[in-house]
């Protein structure tokens, strides 16, 4: 089972006060082509595909960090886009992301000591082997796609399959159903076979793309 950090969760972010969105990390909130200016050019390219636009991490966590201390977790968070924009807009709620990929990973820590960000935290590993029990609410822009053929893939370091794609749908399917009532979720871009029947969707946005739900 992946280790996470628990110290953070009584620890407030250094140089944050409530609701304030740090001096360092203001500058590539303005635009996802200021944002983007974070990463080399080869994950640059990657950006309108694959990662999270800063006004659907906005959006998203909002009403995922509804309340202060909350834990967050994207579930295949490449890059760390997602993360990082959200816990600038929301800097007493803690984000996690989870990604397979180290590279990506090595990128997505960059970026964070880059923005001076304290509530934002990378897991290297498979979202399947996470102990969903750590963390309140979840965040999910279809990183499972990739695995169906003719999708466009961010790069040839990991197997793809239409079973890893089922697979991965199951196990996230049964993480999210043993969460209890009050449990949210984002996703955007997403199929819905990731989705149990006891969430339902309270609001949509982005022509229906983006989607928040609450489990009953």
């Not at 990463?39 to 800063?54: E, F, G, M, N, Q």
């Not at 760390?80 to 996690?96: D, E, I, N, S």
């Not at 049964?174 to 979720?185: N, Q, V, Y």
């Not at 149990?196 to 489990?215: A, E, Q, R, Y």
Request: glycine share 6%.
């Amino acid at each position: 089972m992946a280790k996470v950090n628990t110290r953070s969760r009584t620890k407030k972010p250094p140089n944050m006060n409530h609701g304030e969105i740090s001096t360092a990390a203001k500058p590539w909130l303005g635009s996802d082509e200021n944002f983007n200016q974070l990463y080399p050019d080869s994950i640059k390219l990657l950006a309108k595909r694959h990662w999270t636009p800063i006004a659907v991490a906005e959006k998203a966590a909002s009403f995922l960090a509804a309340e202060n201390n909350t834990r967050i977790l994207d579930v295949g968070s490449g890059v760390g886009k997602f993360c990082l924009a959200a816990a600038c807009y929301k800097p007493t709620a803690f984000f996690y992301g989870v990604e397979q990929r180290n590279m990506l990973i090595a990128h997505a820590e960059s970026a964070r000591t880059e923005m001076q960000l304290g509530n934002v935290s990378f897991i290297h590993g498979n979202f399947t082997q996470l102990d969903f029990n750590y963390f309140d609410h979840f965040y999910f822009y279809n990183s499972f796609y990739e695995n169906l053929s003719g999708t466009d893939k961010i790069d040839d370091s990991i197997d793809y399959t239409r079973e890893l794609y089922n697979y991965y749908n199951r196990i996230l399917f049964k993480k999210l159903e043993e969460k209890p009532a009050g449990t949210r979720l984002v996703t955007y871009f997403s199929g819905e076979e990731e989705v149990p029947p006891s969430f339902h969707i309270v609001c949509t946005d982005m022509g229906n793309l983006l989607k928040f739900w609450i489990k009953i």
